[in-house]
């Protein structure tokens, strides 16, 4: 079973432009999640996707960071414009939608995006 | 989400068990406790959970304690692979959507 896959693996941009990320889940996995680490700081959750809806973008720092999953499949995360504390790493994981108790709604997680805003 | 507290650092003789404490005192009853752990420059590895009972598994052994106020993490022969970052992370059950909680976690060194 091919695991969370995550596109590109580094990105380079200037202040100012726009990075898109994508992240493709297990196949079967309707729960999507992206998170973020920024120098020194601990891995935080930015938001939560139930097939193509949101179910939760409490974490999302701000407007210029857009999550889209259209057709509730593969997942893209939009920073535009970027800004110097956006660089970090860059994580999506997935679960599957059945409860806690099995294995069902474990996270598993790709090896990120790691993003240098210059 | 319940808070968890880990010692920020620990080494280990390669080939001996690491143990890994956690203290979750405020956990309630429908939390889980998670294991994750991530290798440097990778994402973060699921490693086990567990609720009220020990688990083990082909990574680990998950002791919790009767009160599951604490718990510890086992690698029963620790390998210069398994230095990593250890996260303890508490979750509710009833809920197969809920976010995770990173915090500071363990820095597992293992040494030959």
């Known amino acids: 079973e091919a695991g969370v896959t995550q596109f590109p693996s580094h990105s380079v941009i200037e202040k100012g432009q726009t990075v898109t990320l994508r992240c493709d889940p297990i196949s079967g996995h309707d729960n999507l999640y992206w998170y973020r680490r920024v120098m020194g700081k601990e891995i935080k959750f930015l938001l939560h996707?139930?097939?193509?809806?949101?179910?939760?973008e409490s974490g999302m720092p701000n407007n210029r960071f857009l999550a889209e999953r259209t057709g509730g499949t593969y997942s893209t995360l939009k920073v535009q414009p970027a800004e110097l504390e956006d660089s970090g790493v860059y994580f999506c994981?997935?679960?599957?939608?059945?409860?806690?108790?099995?294995?069902?709604?474990?996270?598993?997680f790709g090896p990120g995006t790691r993003l240098l805003v210059l | 989400d319940a808070k968890t507290t880990q010692p920020t650092s620990m080494d280990c003789a390669e080939g001996r068990a690491a143990n890994l404490p956690c203290n979750h005192s405020t956990i309630s009853g429908n939390e889980y406790v998670y294991w994750y752990r991530q290798i440097h420059s990778q994402g973060p590895q699921y490693i086990i959970h567990?609720?009220?009972n020990n688990e083990t598994n082909e990574m680990a052994s998950l002791i919790i304690t009767e009160d599951r106020k604490s718990s510890t993490l086992i690698l029963p022969h620790a390998t210069l692979r398994d230095t990593a970052v250890y996260y303890c992370i508490v979750r509710p059950i009833n809920n197969a959507g809920n976010m995770l909680t990173f915090g500071g976690g363990t820095r597992l060194m293992v040494k030959p």
């Open positions: 994981a997935s679960s599957q939608a059945s409860g806690l108790g099995l294995r069902g709604g474990t996270q598993y």
């Open positions: 996707f139930v097939k193509e809806s949101k179910q939760d």
């Open positions: 567990g609720l009220k």
